[in-house]
């Protein structure tokens, strides 16, 4: 069954908070490289998120 587009929002916002996490855990070992990749994935799992939410916003204001 394929996601619906609050489904696919949801899942990057929860992609983006696992890596997130992720990479404090990676800083706090000291490993920064790996930390700052994880923040760079992280932030593109955020823009996604946002995107999809967007998309969501402007559909639901064009039914109005």
């Known amino acids: ?3 619906s587009p ?3 929002a949801a ?3 929860n992609l983006a908070a696992h890596a997130h ?3 404090a855990t990676a800083h706090g070992k000291g490993d920064h490289l ?6 760079q ?3 593109e799992h955020s823009k996604q998120a946002y ?4 998309q969501l916003r402007a ?5 109005e």
């Open 51 to 54: 995107q999809y939410s967007e």
């Open 1 to 3: 069954m394929p996601q």
């Open 34 to 39: 790996t930390a700052h990749e994880l923040s």
């Open 41 to 43: 994935q992280a932030h």
């Open 11 to 13: 899942e990057y916002h």
């Open 21 to 23: 996490q992720a990479a």
């Open 59 to 63: 559909d639901a204001k064009a039914k």
């Open 6 to 8: 609050h489904d696919r």
